[in-house]
């Protein structure tokens, strides 16, 4: 079965960058259109970039020009988030999954982000 560990979350002020990873293991990512989701207290968990095999991205509006997904190829297994500019309303737990995960899908533990001064 697939297991995604993500990474790399922290306490950041506003205006700061964090680089979050997400490491999958039981299938080749580099093979599936991956993303990145995020869930704040109290909301449902959205989506909020996807990059396919092919390195085509996509984002929400709300993180364009902020946020970057990355894949590492060489390993197909490593999923990137280049979050700058960072503002308190990006504090949620982040998760990665592939790209048409739904709650019965299986997910990792996230990572906590929070933005605040």
């Known amino acids: 079965q697939v297991q995604f560990v993500e990474s790399g979350g922290g306490f950041v002020q506003p205006g700061g960058s964090l680089r979050l990873s997400c490491a999958a293991s039981?299938?080749?990512?580099?093979?599936?259109?991956m993303a990145w989701y995020r869930q704040a207290p109290g909301k449902q968990r959205e989506m909020v970039a996807a990059?396919?095999?092919?390195?085509?991205?996509?984002y929400v509006d709300s993180v364009k020009g902020r946020f970057t997904i990355s894949m590492d190829n060489a390993k197909n297994t490593v999923v990137y988030l280049q979050m700058n500019r960072l503002k308190p309303e990006d504090t949620a737990v982040y998760y990665c999954?592939?790209?048409?995960?739904?709650?019965?899908?299986?997910w990792g533990q996230g990572t906590q982000v929070t933005v605040s001064s």
């Open positions: 990059i396919t095999s092919g390195d085509i991205t996509n």
């Open positions: 039981g299938r080749i990512i580099g093979l599936y259109t």
């Open positions: 999954n592939g790209a048409g995960a739904t709650d019965f899908s299986p």
